[in-house]
């Protein structure tokens, strides 16, 4: 049997797909290009780490490893819903909110049906819709945000799922409170409309307008709206995330996914960073400072930059954006393409200390001869 049979025996949805393309890890760097003393703003991670207090309780956590994790994650459940004023029976833990968005379309949506979300949207949207063998039907852009009166038109009967990234990665455009109810409320109640808020504290610190839907969830049982401890909590390499839905929902959600989805490192390092507010506020004010600090640098070399209130930002360097990508590599700073977003002539940089800052802006000079 060749490669080749092997590949034709995946599922149409599963041959058609691209895989994933995350950020370029540092030690790749070092090892293909011979780079030292490396920078990664490619990913969204937070640049100040896990907390402390994170990492004394994963110490005090390691000689349970051999015991399975709690499969219900009882204790961050009563504290998730504790800060949400939810019941625990609204949650469904993840192995990072991929894993939820994963769930989402296994346990609702057939190939018969269709999914809609934004051009420029999510990577992970249009892989979990093909992989389920679903139709995925992506709206156009305005802006490069998203058009809701144009995925409003977008609804069919087919239709059974619609992902909404509020802020968007990698535009990091967002949807005021209004707007993003108002559509909601129009939604035919055959249709779950899922909110990725992956970004939520960044946003709302940014944002007046910027709307928590988790509020919403009882109003309509159709929403789901899905969090990460991947940014601002800085826990992305332990994976853990979760939505807040109708109590109906989450129950068929706990029907599809692992039993034992989240790891026990993994909930325990989220109960903690949950109750460390500090530290969650030390990143978002590093945050806020470093995007203006990013802003003001674009707006002196007058370069275009897409407005963000996430925790990175799309600059437009121009058709050589991947040699400009290419360039920034050999000067130890990783940033990320978005080619495969459709948006060629940007690079999208995640916020990082004001040094790795200066230290970005400095290398895009040389690079751009600016
Ligand atoms: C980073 C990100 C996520 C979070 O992924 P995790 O699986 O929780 O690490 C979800 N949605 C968007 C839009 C993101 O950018």
């Excluded at 949805?13 to 760097?29: F, N, R």
């Excluded at 990698?170 to 409309?193: R, Y």
Aim: with cysteine; charged share 20%.
């Amino acid at each position: 049997m060749s490669d080749c049979d092997l590949f034709s025996l995946a599922t149409t949805g599963v041959q058609a797909l691209s895989p994933y393309q995350p950020g370029k890890p540092i030690e790749e760097l070092e090892r293909e290009y011979g780079v030292t003393d490396i920078i990664k703003l490619a990913s969204n991670e937070n640049p100040l780490g896990p907390g402390d207090k994170v990492i004394a309780a994963l110490k005090e956590e390691l000689p349970e490893l051999a015991r399975y994790p709690d499969g219900n994650g009882f204790a961050l459940k009563q504290a998730l819903a504790h800060k949400h004023a939810i019941k625990a029976e609204q949650i469904t833990l993840g192995n990072g909110s991929n894993d939820i968005l994963e769930i989402l379309t296994r346990a609702f949506v057939s190939p018969e049906h269709e999914i809609i979300f934004s051009q420029h949207a999510f990577a992970v949207y249009p892989i979990v819709t093909q992989a389920v063998g679903a139709k995925a039907v992506v709206v156009p852009a305005v802006d490069y945000g998203h058009d809701l009166e144009g995925m409003q038109q977008a609804i069919t009967d087919k239709t059974r799922l619609i992902f909404i990234a509020n802020p968007n990665n990698p535009t990091g455009t967002w949807l005021a409170k209004d707007a993003l109810q108002h559509f909601i409320e129009q939604v035919p109640s055959h249709v779950l409309v899922v909110v990725d808020e992956a970004y939520f504290e960044f946003a709302s610190e940014a944002e007046a307008t910027y709307p928590d839907s988790s509020q919403w969830v009882d109003t309509y049982p159709n929403l789901v709206v899905s969090r990460t401890f991947s940014k601002a909590y800085g826990l992305a390499g332990l994976r853990v995330g979760y939505s807040i839905s109708h109590p109906h929902i989450a129950d068929i959600l706990n029907r599809v996914r692992q039993p034992f989805n989240v790891n026990s490192l993994a909930l325990k390092a989220a109960e903690v960073a949950l109750a460390d507010t500090q530290h969650l506020q030390s990143g978002i004010q590093l945050n806020a400072k470093g995007m203006q600090q990013l802003v003001a640098a674009f707006t002196a070399m007058e370069l275009d930059y897409i407005p963000s209130v996430g925790n990175f930002i799309c600059v437009n360097v121009g058709d050589k954006a991947m040699q400009v990508y290419d360039d920034l590599l050999y000067q130890g700073v990783i940033v990320r393409p978005v080619a495969n977003y459709e948006m060629p002539e940007y690079l999208r940089v995640t916020i990082g200390t004001a040094d790795e800052n200066t230290r970005f802006i400095e290398a895009l000079k040389k690079v751009l001869n600016k």
